[in-house]
């Protein structure tokens, strides 16, 4: 999509500090922390949110959290914890209309999630 933001980072139109990339999945680190580690791991084909999702983006979606997995080792919250969060649609904030997966840790994040 020509003014999505998150395509023009896919296509290195607007610099971001990028943790990881392969064909399809991009990862990040988000321009507003709200902890220590703030990752945004994304694909790189625009879908809107998870309600664009089809079978055929099984293996996608996959991949997606086996990278959040290994990155999560890597920046060294494997252990101590972290939270992967999808916003999708009005009620839960999402900002940015392309699918995105915030990976959040570095610090206790506390039980509220609503
Ligand atoms: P949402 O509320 O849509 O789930 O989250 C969007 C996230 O994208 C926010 O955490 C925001 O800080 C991040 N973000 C928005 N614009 C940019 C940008 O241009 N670069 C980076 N790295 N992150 C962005
Ligand atoms: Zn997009």
Avoid: W
């Avoid at 209309?97 to 915030?102: A, T, V």
């Amino acid at each position: 999509m020509a003014d999505c933001i998150f395509c023009k980072i896919v296509k290195k139109e607007i610099p971001s500090e990028v943790l990881y990339e392969d064909e399809e999945v991009l990862a990040f680190k988000d321009i507003n922390p709200v902890a220590p580690v703030h990752v945004l791991v994304i694909p790189k084909k625009h879908l809107i949110s998870v309600n664009d999702l089809v079978d055929q983006d099984v293996s996608l979606i996959g991949n997606i959290f086996i990278v959040i997995k290994k990155l999560a080792a890597q920046l060294g919250i494997a252990e101590s914890g972290f939270r992967v969060v999808t916003n999708t649609g009005p009620d839960s904030g999402q900002v940015v209309g392309h699918l995105h997966f915030h990976l959040i840790g570095g610090k206790s994040l506390g039980v509220k999630i609503g």
